[in-house]
């Protein structure tokens, strides 16, 4: 199967890397086809998610028309948000399906992520993938122990959590290399899943319930 997704973030963002792998682990067989909105200089800022918000229908009708994808994810950060008032997950989605519907886009084929806060909401819910990526790290030095975080989607800034956690261990978090490197220590779905919006997305990836 070929599935187009929808990035908010630009090239440079850790979010495709992530995904990516994470695709490959719930199916192997799956076509990741991957179009990024965001800037091309930057991992994510307002911009961004404003950009997706208003080119999201005729990019998901290139995948779905000229890239032949068999559906296609969008996926954006609730946090932050383009405006000046608080973010709303329903607010997002209803201009998203208005510019998906002003495209003439097959809703049916479509599905929405949102994270709760950013694409590091996922890795903080695993504890055991940043031990080991902290132990690696470290090696041969022994780690601090690791905040496990029951509600993952309840932290709104997860990558201020990861640096702390970095920090503690006396390591500079690197926003661009860490998190994929969390993400590939992630062996199984048993920690990840905490995450609602990780869940969601392992079911519109595969059609199946973790």
């Given at each position: ?8 973030c630009g090239?440079k ?5 992530i995904?990516?792998?994470l ?9 990741f ?26 990019i ?5 028309e ?19 008032e608080?973010?709303?997950?329903r607010q997002?989605?209803?201009?998203i ?9 097959d ?5 929405l992520?949102?994270i ?6 996922w ?6 993938a940043?031990?080991d990526?902290?132990?690696?790290l470290?090696r041969?030095?022994p780690?601090e ?11 709104k ?14 390591l ?7 998190p994929?490197?969390?993400a590939?220590?992630?062996?199984d ?9 990780f ?12």
């Open positions: 199967m070929k599935i187009g997704f929808i990035f908010e090239p963002g850790v979010d495709v890397p995904c990516k792998y695709v490959k682990k719930l199916d192997s067989e799956i076509k086809t991957p179009i990024t909105l965001g800037d091309k200089t930057a991992l994510g800022d307002e911009s961004n998610k404003k950009k997706l918000l208003q080119d999201c229908g005729k998901a009708k290139l995948l779905l000229s890239d032949r994808c068999e559906k296609v994810i969008i996926l954006w950060d609730l946090y932050p948000s383009h405006k000046e608080k973010p709303c997950r997002d989605r209803e201009d399906l208005a510019r998906l519907q002003a495209e003439g886009v809703l049916n084929r479509i599905s992520i949102c709760s806060g950013e694409i590091e909401t890795l903080i819910a695993d504890h055991r940043i031990e990526t902290i132990a690696y470290k041969p030095h780690i122990k690791i905040v496990k975080f029951r509600y993952p989607d309840r932290i800034n997860p990558k201020k959590q990861l640096k702390k956690i970095f920090d503690k261990n006396k500079a978090y690197n926003e661009y290399q860490h994929i490197q969390i590939e220590n992630i062996k779905f048993r920690e990840i899943k905490k995450s609602e919006s869940r969601r997305f392992a079911l519109k990836v595969t059609g199946r319930e973790l």
